[in-house]
C-alpha cells in the first residue's frame, strides 16, 4: 500500500517545493463536466468495435421477440406494450447488462486503480461510462421500434419520443447496472445480477400488464424501465395523454438521478478498499 504524503492530499492547497521553503499551489480541481466529456469519448473510442456485435444481438432478440408474439397478440394495447417493451430491452440489454459485466471485470482485474489516479470526480467515472454504453442502444432501440410499428400497424408519428425516453430509461438502468458490477464480490455474480436484471426487464416489460397477475404487476412497477416502457405506450393512442407520458418520465429521471448516485457511491466504495 503506497502513502501518499499530507501535503497532496485532495484537501491541500499547497505544497512544499524541496527545502526551499517556497510553496506551490496546487491546480484547481478539475471541474465534472467536461471530465464527464473525456471519460464519455474515451469510453466511446474504445468499446465502439466490441460493442457493435452485442448490439446487434440486443436488436435481432427483441425483434425476434416482437415477431413471436405477433402471433399471440393481434393489435389494440396490447401490440403497444409489446412494441414499447421490445424497445427498452435494447437498452436494459447494453445499460443494465453489460455495464454490470463491464465493471464487474473492473473491479476484479484491478483497473478501477487506473481511474482512481485520474484527476477527475467519481461521478464524471461513473456518468461518462454509463453514458458511453447508453448512446450504443440508440440505433437498435430505433430499428426495433420502427419493425414494430410496422409488424403492428402502429403509428410512427411519435417516434419522437424515444429521444427523451432512451436517456432517461438508459440512465436508470445504467445505474443500477454499475451498482451491480461494483457491489458484487465476484465478477460472476455482476454478470449473474445483470443477466437477471434484463429478464426482469424483458418479461415484464413486452408482455401486456393486463394478462399479468397483482402480485407480478407490483414487480413490475417497482422496475425502472417499466416507466420508459409506459411513456412510450402511451403515445400510441389516438390522442395521447402527454400528462401521463410526462410523469411516466419523471419517474425515469428521478430513479436515474438515485440509482447513479448509489452507483457513484459504490464506485467510491470499490475504488478504495
Known sequence: MSVVPAGVLPGATAVQDGGSGATAALGPRARLWPSLAAVYRAQLSRARVARIPLLFVATFQSVGIMVMMRGVVDGGSEARYVVSGASVVVVAFVALNLLAQYFGQLRASGGLDHYATLPVPPAAVVLG??????????????????SGCVLFGLPLGNLWVLVAVIPLAGAALSGLGA????????PELAT????????????????????????????????PSTYGVEAYAH????RPDWALVAGDMAVCAGVGVASLAVATWAYRRAAVR
Not at 434484463?198 to 413490475?220: H, I
Not at 403515445?235 to 389516438?238: G, K, L, N
Request: proline share 8%; aromatic share 4%; glycine share 8%.
Open 129 to 146: 461510462v454509463a453514458a458511453a454504453y447508453a448512446s450504443f442502444t440508440v440505433p437498435g432501440t430505433l430499428v426495433t421500434a420502427v
Open 179 to 186: 451498482a451491480c458490477g461494483l457491489l458484487a464480490p465476484r
Open 192 to 223: 449473474l445480477l445483470g443477466q437477471l436484471g434484463m429478464s426482469a426487464a424483458l418479461l415484464l416489460g413486452v408482455l401486456p400488464p393486463d394478462r399479468m397477475p397483482e402480485a407480478v404487476r407490483l414487480l413490475r412497477d417497482l422496475l
Open 235 to 238: 403515445t400510441f393512442a389516438a
